[in-house]
């Protein structure tokens, strides 16, 4: 089960912390790199590439409640929406793990709209329970901010 609204003394000092990226935050998504890697992760390099299970990717936009605007799309922005990791027993979505000072996750929140407590319009920021090299750790990832379907 995630910790909701981790606004935490620790997130808010400089204390670094673990972040699970998925979609167009991964360094490498099929054949390249995506172009928000580059503006708010680059030169950094993921510390493990992993599973998150009991969730799995959707896609929200064009023809939901929130619609991506029309306009020219990229291999890493479908037609049907952005990539929102939701749970679902038995899921897994594969993404790169980094560690990031408050300044690259003040502009991560930025990025997909979550505010200082956690909570943003389409995304949620939450802090998830993951196993990296066979040690159970604590990383901060964003998830949707309502169930499928809402």
């Known amino acids: 089960m995630p910790k909701d609204n981790i606004a935490t003394a620790d997130i808010l000092s400089n204390k670094e912390q673990m972040v699970f990226v998925y979609g167009t935050l991964r360094k490498r998504l099929n054949s390249g790199s995506c172009w928000n890697y580059q503006r708010y992760l680059a030169p950094l390099e993921p510390i493990a590439v992993i599973e998150v299970t009991d969730y799995h990717l959707v896609y929200w936009g064009e023809g939901r409640n929130n619609p991506i605007p029309k306009r020219a799309r990229t291999e890493y922005e479908p037609a049907y929406g952005i990539p929102v990791m939701i749970p679902k027993h038995g899921g897994k979505v594969t993404g790169e793990v980094y560690r990031v ?17 956690g909570v943003g319009s389409v995304y949620r920021r939450v802090e998830l329970s993951v196993t990296i090299d066979g040690k159970n750790m604590p990383v901060l990832a964003y998830i949707g901010n309502k169930e499928e379907g809402d």
């Open 101 to 117: 000072d408050a300044r690259r996750l003040r502009q991560i929140d930025y990025l997909e709209g979550v505010n200082e407590a």
